[in-house]
Every structure is written in structure tokens, then in C-alpha cells.
């Protein structure tokens, strides 16, 4: 007997979302083994390793120290390879971890240990990145110097990702990725350190506190990924035998937590916000600040909310700046932003913009400088060639002497200035000085010699002012 046809209409149905159910279910299983980390987690050995890795005296001492000196100098020539390199042997890391992890596992004598490590840490470093560009010869502001004195959100994103690469590789069993803890923890700490100690030395206090600032920020974002780690992977909390002992630690660890965590949000949405404004800019002069015959150019001041666009070359009417104007009040993210357009007899001081025939007063003497440049290597080019040529002819000709006279030991050749003060003349003389192999033939054997030999010579190199001397062998 055949089936009801809303019955079997049913059954296709619960046959379909089992079947659908199967698929998420193998799905979520496949998800589970890929992305779980807590079944290879081991946190005792974690927080054993942690423990240890907080400790700062000794090796570590000095492998900071030498880190430091490492990484100032690549800042120092603005080489990232050697910046790198110094990333990869630094030490910091262990009592930045060790805050974040005392935080979550109500660990009061972890945390404090980690804050007293951490600030030895800063306090050697920055003694280190002073003394060393306090003595080098070189004290110019790198690219890689003023990479670190600025931060922006990508350096917070670098911090979050590079804490949450470090915590997740060092709680997998049995490894303790040290090259993932070197890389994630010092490519966020060494440099803005080292800047901040050339800040120091140059009595610059924009780079230093830029360069602090960063690594602050740096430093909050990997301990508090560190946090979130340990929290998601229900780390043991610390037991205290005495109660009211374990309810104050834990407030006092709830209140850094916060204190920690809620400057650290204002200052990743602040940098956010900058970041937005920026790109916005860039947006804005590149589709609307064009016009025929005109080159741009701008400055942000973030912190003064204001937009100067220098316009050089054809002069812009004033219809089209009006319009750029009032397009840019109504670019997204930059509300309460001014911007001023400057150019030609517009420009004021005030806008810290130098006057166009100054500029290119410059540019014609940088060109002019280049000229001269390129012509005075001409010159020393033309006058090496010519001690080359000389020096080529004088061994063709001491070589031809030497077969003509084979008595004599050694030839030397300067061409000698003389003056005659009668005349005021000055007159060029080829001289040659000769000595002999046999110092003990005969005057008038010599004399003879030179008498053919300064003939053959003024022959030889077309001079009618040639002396030939000669000079005793020194034994």
C-alpha cells in the first residue's frame, strides 16, 4: 500500500535535515581539531616556563645589552637587517609576559616580580641606546629612527598578533617556540627603545616620548593578549590558604587589569581615528586637489586638527579652491578638520611654508651644485688619466735606458720649477737622477754616460731642458 503523499513528503524532509545536520556536524568536528588549542595546551608547564623566562640577571642581562647595541646601530644606519637581527636574540619578552599571565591567574607575586624585571629591563636598555649614540659619529635621524616615533594602528595590530602568536606557541605541549617568542615580542619593544635612547642623547624630547609612548602601547597590547589567552584557556588560578588574602589579590589584579585595559582602548580608538583621517586625506588630494599645470602638497597636523595644501606652479582661481573647500567639510572622518589652501603671494610664514622663489632659488642651487660636482669629477678623471699616461711613458723610457745602458742601477724622473729673476720667467727642467750598478767607475766614465744619456733623452721625450744627475748608492 502506497504511502500518503504528505507523509512521504515528511519523511524526504527529516531525511534532508539529517543529512544537513550530518554535514554541519563534520563540518564543526573538522573546525574543532583544526583551531582547538586546548587539549595540546599545557598550562602547568606554561606557567613554569613563563616563571622562569621572568628572571633578569646574568646572560640575560647581557644579551640585552649586546641586543641593544645590535639594533642601535641598524637604526643608526637604517639597515632593517641588522635591526632584525638584534630582534631575534633580545630578551624581552619574559616579564611582559609574566604580567599579563599573573593578571589572569591571580598571581601577585608573578606580577610584581614581572613590573620590577620589566622596569630594569627599560632602564638598561635605554642607558644602553643613550651611551651608544651619545659616542657614535653618526647622528643622523634614519627612516628606521622615524618609523618608531610615531606609532599608528598597524603597530598596535603588530602587538596583538605578535602576544597572541607568542602565548599560543609557548603553551603547546613539549615546545617553546623561542624564534616565535623573539620575533613577536622584540619586532614590537627593541627599536622604539633604542629610539628613545637616541631621543636621550640628542636632548630631543619629541623622539624620546614618541618613541616611549609606542612602546608603551606595544607592551599593553601583548601582555593583554597574553590575558585573554590564558583566560580562554582556563588557567589555574592561584590559591591562597587565607581567604580574604585571595579576594584582595584578586581585586588588586581586576583593578590593574582595567587600569590597563581601558587607557589601552582609548589609545587603539584614538590611533584608529587618526589612521581613518589620514587615508581620508590622501583620498581627498588625490581624487579633488587637481588641476592643470599644478603640484600639490599637504600636511596633516592630527593634533591641531588642521590640513595646509601648498599648490605650486599655475595659479588656482579662487572658485575651484572654494569648491575643494566645501567638498572637503564633507569628506567622511574629517569633521572638525580645517583645511588651508596656499599659494603664490598667499603664502605666510605662519604656515610654515617657505615662499616659492626662495624654493626655487634652492632647487637652482642644488642643480648648479650637481653641475660643478659632475664637472670637478671630469677634472680629476682627466688629471688621473694623464699621471696614468705619464707613468705608463716613464716605464716605456726607463726600460729603453736600462737596455742602452745596462751600467746604470736605477732611474728616477721629476720635472723640476726654476725662476729667473731677471726675467721673471719660469722655465720647467726634465730631471733625471740615475745610480750606478758599480759605484766605483770612474768619474769620467760616468760623466760620459750621462752626457749620451741626456742626449738621448731630450732625443727620447721631445725637451730641450733636460739635467741628468747622479746620485751615490746608499749601502
Known amino acids: 500500500m502506497d504511502k500518503n503523499p504528505i507523509d512521504k513528503e515528511t519523511s524526504e524532509l527529516e531525511d534532508n535535515q539529517q543529512t544537513i545536520l550530518g554535514i554541519w556536524d563534520n563540518v564543526k568536528a573538522f573546525l574543532h581539531g583544526l583551531l582547538d588549542i586546548r587539549e595540546e595546551s599545557d598550562r602547568n608547564e606554561t606557567i613554569e616556563s613563563v616563571r622562569r623566562d621572568i628572571s633578569?640577571?646574568?646572560?640575560?642581562?647581557?644579551?640585552?645589552?649586546?641586543?641593544?647595541?645590535?639594533?642601535?646601530?641598524?637604526?643608526?644606519?637604517?639597515?632593517?637587517?641588522?635591526?632584525?637581527?638584534?630582534?631575534?636574540?633580545?630578551?624581552?619578552?619574559?616579564?611582559?609576559?609574566?604580567?599579563?599571565?599573573?593578571?589572569?591567574?591571580?598571581?601577585?607575586?608573578?606580577?610584581?616580580?614581572?613590573?620590577?624585571?620589566?622596569?630594569?629591563?627599560?632602564?638598561?636598555?635605554?642607558?644602553?641606546?643613550?651611551?651608544?649614540?651619545?659616542?657614535?659619529?653618526?647622528?643622523?635621524?634614519?627612516?628606521?629612527?622615524?618609523?618608531?616615533?610615531?606609532?599608528?594602528?598597524?603597530?598596535?595590530?603588530?602587538?596583538?598578533?605578535?602576544?597572541?602568536?607568542?602565548?599560543?606557541?609557548?603553551?603547546?605541549k613539549g615546545t617553546i617556540s623561542n624564534a616565535i617568542a623573539g620575533v613577536a615580542i622584540a619586532t614590537a619593544l627593541m627599536p622604539p627603545l633604542c629610539t628613545a635612547g637616541y631621543g636621550i642623547a640628542e636632548g630631543n624630547l619629541a623622539y624620546f616620548s614618541g618613541a616611549m609612548y609606542l612602546f608603551f602601547i606595544n607592551t599593553v597590547f601583548?601582555?593583554?593578549?597574553?590575558?585573554?589567552?590564558?583566560?580562554?584557556?582556563?588557567?589555574?588560578?592561584?590559591?591562597?590558604?587565607?581567604?580574604?588574602?585571595?579576594?584582595?589579590?584578586?581585586?588588586?589584579?581586576?583593578?590593574?587589569?582595567?587600569?590597563?585595559?581601558?587607557?589601552?582602548?582609548y589609545l587603539f580608538y584614538q590611533l584608529y581615528q587618526v589612521q581613518l583621517q589620514k587615508s581620508a586625506v590622501n583620498n581627498f588630494m588625490a581624487e579633488y586637489v587637481v588641476y592643470d599645470g599644478v603640484r600639490s602638497t599637504s600636511e596633516f597636523d592630527p593634533e591641531n586638527a588642521k590640513l595646509d595644501v601648498v599648490l605650486f606652479g599655475a595659479a588656482v582661481p579662487d572658485v575651484i579652491i572654494d569648491q575643494w573647500t566645501s567638498k572637503f567639510k564633507s569628506v567622511s572622518h574629517l569633521g572638525g578638520v580645517d583645511v588651508e589652501f596656499y599659494q603664490g603671494a598667499?603664502?605666510?610664514?605662519?604656515?610654515?611654508?617657505?615662499?616659492?622663489?626662495?624654493?626655487?632659488?634652492?632647487?637652482?642651487?642644488?642643480?648648479?651644485?650637481?653641475?660643478?660636482?659632475?664637472?670637478?669629477?671630469?677634472?680629476?678623471?682627466?688629471?688621473?688619466n694623464?699621471?696614468?699616461?705619464?707613468n705608463r711613458k716613464f716605464e716605456l723610457i726607463s726600460d729603453e735606458a736600462h737596455l742602452l745602458y745596462p751600467e746604470l742601477e736605477s732611474i728616477s724622473y721629476a720635472a723640476n720649477l726654476s725662476r729667473q729673476f731677471n726675467s721673471q720667467r719660469l722655465d720647467t727642467v726634465d730631471v733625471f737622477t740615475v745610480t750606478y750598478v758599480d759605484s766605483l767607475i770612474a768619474p769620467s766614465d760616468r760623466d760620459d754616460i750621462n752626457y749620451r744619456l741626456k742626449n738621448w733623452l731630450k732625443y727620447r721625450i721631445q725637451s730641450d731642458s733636460v739635467l741628468v744627475q747622479t746620485v751615490q748608492r746608499v749601502r
Not at 580574604?244 to 585595559?261: E, F, M, N, P, Y
Request: proline share 3%; net charge positive; hydrophobic share 50%.
Open 56 to 172: 633578569f640577571q646574568g646572560h640575560n642581562a647581557w644579551i640585552l645589552i649586546f641586543s641593544i647595541f645590535v639594533a642601535s646601530l641598524g637604526l643608526n644606519v637604517s639597515s632593517t637587517a641588522v635591526v632584525i637581527g638584534a630582534m631575534l636574540i633580545s630578551p624581552l619578552m619574559g616579564p611582559i609576559v609574566g604580567m599579563g599571565l599573573g593578571t589572569a591567574i591571580n598571581d601577585d607575586r608573578m606580577l610584581r616580580r614581572s613590573l620590577i624585571n620589566l622596569g630594569v629591563m627599560v632602564s638598561l636598555s635605554l642607558l644602553t641606546a643613550t651611551f651608544y649614540f651619545s659616542l657614535t659619529p653618526i647622528s643622523e635621524f634614519t627612516p628606521e629612527l622615524e618609523a618608531r616615533t610615531a606609532p599608528n594602528v598597524l603597530d598596535v595590530l603588530v602587538a596583538i598578533f605578535g602576544g597572541l602568536a607568542l602565548i599560543v606557541a609557548k603553551t603547546k
Open 222 to 265: 601583548i601582555g593583554l593578549s597574553t590575558f585573554v589567552v590564558c583566560k580562554i584557556l582556563k588557567f589555574p588560578m592561584v590559591k591562597y590558604a587565607n581567604q580574604k588574602k585571595r579576594k584582595r589579590i584578586s581585586t588588586i589584579a581586576t583593578v590593574v587589569g582595567i587600569t590597563v585595559l581601558a587607557p589601552s582602548i
Open 346 to 384: 598667499n603664502w605666510t610664514k605662519d604656515a610654515n611654508f617657505e615662499d616659492m622663489a626662495t624654493i626655487q632659488q634652492e632647487r637652482i642651487d642644488e642643480i648648479k651644485k650637481i653641475q660643478d660636482q659632475g664637472m670637478r669629477i671630469v677634472e680629476l678623471e682627466t688629471e688621473l
Open 386 to 390: 694623464a699621471i696614468r699616461s705619464a
